[in-house]
């Protein structure tokens, strides 16, 4: 069985949280995903026995967290559709109108007149195809919202591709970091992650997420990741070199801590 810790709350509701031991890891860390898993952050030679005061005082954290998740999945519940009117990118400066179509065919033929490449999603018998110009992102097909998030996300992820890479490597150039590569993921639970190779300069991996803040925010995001270039840990050292080019830093960060809780629904990592 795998590793966990429960906690009890006051009205007895019993909350798993999975151990996922990490050498990387320098310190213990819950968190509560967007799926409502909580999931504990363990260094690897960390024993779990003798921090059980230090757990069970996180319990009241534990009851509003999950108080606020509950509140959450209740006012998504009301709310109804998946799917958001309008699509709204800072980064790309793109303000998109989101609206479906008709069938199959209507896409195949509107494809013509698309700005972008489409996209196409398919479950089994089921197939959507999401039709963008410069003004309007259109699905034709399926009327699944699941596939229809599905396409949002892909569409995203192939603009964040374009987008956030040249964001980052012109700060990059402009504060003196040396990166050899940088590419776009679908990460679950953070807003990117750093490298070196063997040369010392950084690898970087951003979360396509990343499209959908501010644009002060996701060069915040893009200056973090480069800091790590020279510092590889979130020490004290760490700090005082990501203070040197965002001396507002701790607000940032609860900025994006902030952003990644309340993604809308669609762009919400799954499992």
Not at 64 to 90: I, K, T
Not at 184 to 202: F, K, Y
Not at 213 to 233: G, N, Q, W
Request: net charge positive; glycine share 8%.
């Amino acid at each position: 069985m795998s590793e966990c810790v429960v906690f009890q709350l006051a009205d007895e509701t019993a909350l798993r949280a999975a151990v996922r031991r990490s050498s990387r890891a320098r310190r213990l860390r819950l968190c509560l995903t967007a799926a409502g898993e909580w999931r504990l952050i363990v260094p690897a030679g960390c024993l779990l026995h003798a921090r059980r005061d230090w757990l069970e005082g996180l319990t009241p954290f534990v009851e509003r967290a999950w108080r606020r998740y509950c509140r959450r999945c209740a006012a998504e519940e009301a709310e109804g559709s998946l799917l958001p009117e309008r699509l709204v990118l800072p980064v790309t400066g793109q303000d998109l109108e989101v609206r479906r179509g008709g069938g199959w065919q209507q896409g195949c033929t509107a494809v013509a007149g698309g700005a972008h490449p489409p996209v196409t999603v398919e479950a089994g018998a089921r197939r959507l195809l999401l039709v963008a110009t410069e003004s309007r992102l259109t699905l034709y097909g399926d009327a699944d919202d699941g596939l229809a998030a599905e396409a949002l996300r892909r569409w995203c992820r192939r603009q964040a591709g374009q987008y956030l890479p040249p964001l980052l490597k012109e700060l990059a150039h402009r504060h003196g970091f040396a990166v050899s590569e940088v590419c776009v993921r679908d990460q679950r639970s953070r807003w990117g992650s750093c490298s070196r190779d063997r040369q010392g300069a950084g690898r970087i991996r951003l979360n396509w997420r990343a499209l959908l803040l501010p644009v002060e925010d996701a060069a915040f995001l893009c200056l973090h990741e480069l800091c790590h270039i020279r510092r590889m840990d979130h020490s004290p050292a760490y700090r005082e070199e990501l203070a040197r080019y965002a001396p507002d830093w701790p607000e940032r960060e609860r900025r994006l801590s902030r952003f990644w809780r309340e993604l809308p629904r669609w762009a919400r990592p799954a499992g």
